[in-house]
């Protein structure tokens, strides 16, 4: 079956430019995450969904990111007015969800976001 | 303050050979601990997940441990060989909806 989907898969913007990135999750997960991961670094939790709701956003690192799964599937990441410290390969995984909360999660190959 | 460490060197070893990496934690009561492979360019890829309560796991050529006072999980793939070599990621889970929060990763290179 289809995994994680991401696109676009690079994107390069202008400092100050808006940026929308999109994740397709595995059809059924109702858990969504997002991390930004930087070069040499693991991953770094952004935020968390659990169907539509954002039960999680303390990873974000400015007002200037914005996150939204407005029907409980498809989740688009906003950043608005883009610095060049945002650039980054901004992941998107998506899990079952259970109780204990100990399951495996699904990533996409990310988006590799650069700030000129 | 809260610290993941894994390896911070690459680890090279000859095919055939086990290979053996380290994940400490500090101030940190983990519910579970997963391991993740990533190759460059790509997401990681979910290989094996230990819980609290459980001091071993296995799954082919991998093995896990789990070692709650110590706070450290070793990870080791054994018969290694050249299409193992990636970098290697624990996360450490509180419990709840999943949340994991992810060390720096080990690179392996198993060379033939």
């Known amino acids: 079956g289809a995994g994680v989907s991401q696109s676009p898969r690079y994107k390069v913007a202008k400092r100050g430019q808006d940026v929308a990135l999109r994740c397709d999750p595995i059809?059924?997960?109702?858990?969504l995450f997002w991390y930004q991961q930087a070069l040499g670094q693991g991953p770094e939790f952004l935020t968390y969904?659990?169907?539509?709701?954002?039960?999680?956003k303390s990873g974000l690192p400015s007002d200037r990111f914005f996150a939204e799964r407005p029907e409980g599937s498809v989740s688009t990441l906003k950043i608005q007015r883009t610095q060049q410290e945002d650039s980054a390969v901004y992941l998107c995984?998506?899990?079952?969800?259970?109780?204990?909360?100990?399951?495996?999660?699904?990533f996409g190959d990310g988006t590799r976001l650069s700030i000129l | 303050s809260q610290k993941i460490e894994q390896n911070s060197e690459a680890l090279n070893i000859q095919e055939g050979k086990t290979a053996t990496l380290t994940c400490n934690y500090t101030n940190y009561s983990p519910a579970y601990l997963q391991w993740y492979r990533q190759d460059p360019g790509r997401g990681p890829v979910f290989l094996l997940l230990?819980?609290?309560?459980?001091k071993e796991k296995r799954k082919e050529r991998l093995k896990v441990t789990f070692d709650t006072t110590l706070k450290q999980s070793l990870f080791h793939i054994t018969a290694s060989q050249p299409a193992d070599s990636a970098t290697y990621l624990c996360a450490l889970g509180t419990g709840g909806y999943n949340k994991l929060i992810f060390g720096a990763g080990t690179r392996l290179a198993v060379h033939p």
């Open positions: 230990i819980r609290e309560n459980e």
């Open positions: 059809s059924g997960h109702v858990s």
């Open positions: 995984a998506s899990s079952l969800w259970d109780r204990g909360g100990n399951q495996p999660q699904h």
């Open positions: 969904f659990q169907n539509e709701a954002q039960l999680d």
